[in-house]
Every structure is written in structure tokens, then in C-alpha cells.
């Protein structure tokens, strides 16, 4: 249940501009999508939160503290590919986290600390649906097996917040439904807030709660690097605003009346 608060965040490459005047407000438990056209700035964005990038200007806040400025567990990250080792099984991916984060120098778990570990890694798999595959390596996985993998690696950290590029657009419609009903449910389960990109509206409206649209505001060739993208729409999907459903009722009555 976390808080993500960006204040007039800008991003600049040299003479780039990617982004300007980017304010946020964000809800702890939301499930933010971001969706833009290419170049617009979504992954910058992305890579601010994780600080894998500093903004040129600005401060992100989570929970209301300035964000740490090295990546930490807390925040979690799934990218389209890429984001498994493919020298290591399904277990070994899952556990080097844990690994990592109890045991610093030697990267590795011994005796009750271990089972403990391995314990955690199977549970976790199993509720990706990977508890069949924990020998395989990744390069034995199908593409949505892998994003499973990818997704069971981020959470088994208990992140507070999810940070997801386009973590489905290489998957086939029909595993992606699949992998949607299982993100929904971590999401439920887990209460983290999560950002995702995606090029794909009605993965963005049927999974976030708000949807948030980035675009560059001029469109002449000569503005576009002197001008970054602003948020040019900003939709709470879920739950609905009280006011729209007042809005509703007050036009659902009137057309009862009319009858
Ligand atoms: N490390 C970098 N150095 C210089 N310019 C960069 C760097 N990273 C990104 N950019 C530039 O920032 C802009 C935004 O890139 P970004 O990858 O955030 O776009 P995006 O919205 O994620 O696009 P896509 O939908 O294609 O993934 C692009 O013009 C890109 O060239
Ligand atoms: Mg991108």
C-alpha cells in the first residue's frame, strides 16, 4: 500500500527534452497504466522510479520520503524480455533474490536459511503456475512461462511497488488473458501499487485503475526536441469517481422519469 508522488518531474538528454511538468498523485494500491506513442518518455519514466535514471528536474516521493537513489527491493521490475538469467533454472532464478538480499558475499543460503528460501521460491512459483517447471531453464519456457518466471523473480522481493515495461506485448492474445487474470489477482493479493507501460489500450483500461496518457504537446519537427511530453490525459478507471456516478444516477432517474 504505497503512495508514489512525482512533483514537476523533467527529463532531459542533452538538448532532448522527454519530458516537462510531470506532477502525480498516486493513490497506494493503484495500478497505474501508462500509454503514449513511442518516444514519448514511458520507459524515462519508469527508469526515474526505479532510479535506474535521476530526473533533470523534480522529486519523486514514495510514501512521502524522497526516493533512495540506487534501485532497491522494494521496488520491483519486469520488462518485456530479458529480464530472467538464462543460466540459472526456474528455482535458482526465483531464490537468487532472496540469496542476494540475506547473504551479500556469498550470494548464497545455508541449512534452515535455505529451505526456508527454496520454500518461499516454490510457493511463489507455484502461484504463477510454474511449480511443474522449477528444474527447466528459461530457454525451455514459452514466452509467457518466461514472463511468469519474470513476474514470480519481481515479487518473491514483496515489492511495494511494481514496476512493469511492456511486460505482456510479446505474448499471444491468448496467454496474454491468461497472464492478465494472474496479474489482477497479485495485484489484489499483494496490494502493491504497480506502473505498467503498454502500446495496448485494452490491456491499460482492463487492467489499471488509472490510466494516465503522455504525448508530446507540438507536433513541428524543429519543437519536438525543445519540447517533452506532458500528461495529456489523466483517467481514473476503478473504482469509478463518486461525482461520474452521481452524474449517472442524476441521468439514469431523469430517463426513469421520462417513462
Ligand atoms: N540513455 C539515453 N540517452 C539519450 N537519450 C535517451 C536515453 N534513453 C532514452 N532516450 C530518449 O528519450 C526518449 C524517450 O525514450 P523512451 O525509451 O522513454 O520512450 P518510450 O515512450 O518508452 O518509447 P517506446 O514506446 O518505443 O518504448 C527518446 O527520444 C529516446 O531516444
Ligand atoms: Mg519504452
Redesign the pocket.
Known sequence: MTAVTLRNIW?E??D?V?LERIDLDVEPHSFVALV????????????MLMSA?VPTRGEILIEGEPLPADPTAERGVVFQRYSVFPHLTVEENVLLGLELQTSRLSCKLFGGAKRTAMDQARSMLEEVGLGHALKQYPSALSGGMQQRLAIAQALIMRPKVLLL??PFGALDPGIRAEIHVLMRRLWQETKMTVFM?T?DLSEAFHLGTRVIA?EKDRTRPEELERYG?VIKHDLDVWPPKLSDLEAHETVDSEATDDI
Open positions: 527529463k538528454y542533452g532532448n522527454v503514449g506513442p513511442s518516444g514519448c518518455g514511458k520507459s524515462t519514466l519508469l527508469r535514471e515495461d511492456e507501460v502500446h503522455l511530453a
